[in-house]
């Protein structure tokens, strides 16, 4: 059984950073395909931020140069270090792991396996 857990998340003013963290249980992520997505209410869930099982990475243009994806091998836990935040980062981000992510790193429809979500909150 997968199991993908977000934490990280909170309220932050308009500037600030914020680092989420997706500790993943039931299997090695090394060989998958991991994520960070969103969703703000009344909107898509959307790919943020991405890497493969070689580190290759692929960022949304809205969060490139701001947001930074990493993946701990070891400790089976993905990171997503949230710089420079804007009002429009505000939604629940979800991280997902998948073993082929056929849709691309940023398509929701590739993925299997989902974490509950943290919120992320932006204040001005």
């Known amino acids: 059984q997968v199991q993908l857990a977000e934490s990280g998340g909170g309220s932050v003013q308009a500037g600030g950073s914020l680092r989420l963290s997706c500790a993943a249980s039931?299997?090695?992520?090394?060989?998958?395909?991991l994520a960070w997505f969103r969703q703000a209410p009344g909107k898509e869930r959307e790919g943020v931020a991405g890497?493969?099982?070689?580190?290759?990475?692929e960022y949304a243009d809205s969060v490139k140069g701001r947001f930074t994806i990493s993946r701990d091998n070891a400790q089976n836990t993905l990171y997503l270090q949230l710089d420079s935040l804007k009002l429009d980062d505000t939604a629940m981000y979800y991280c997902?792991?998948?073993?082929?992510?056929?849709?691309?790193?940023?398509?929701?429809?590739?993925?299997?396996?989902w974490g509950q979500g943290t919120q992320v909150t932006v204040s001005s």
């Open positions: 890497i493969d099982p070689d580190g290759n990475t």
């Open positions: 997902a792991a998948d073993s082929l992510a056929l849709d691309g790193l940023l398509s929701p429809r590739g993925y299997h396996y």
């Open positions: 039931g299997y090695n992520t090394v060989v998958y395909y």
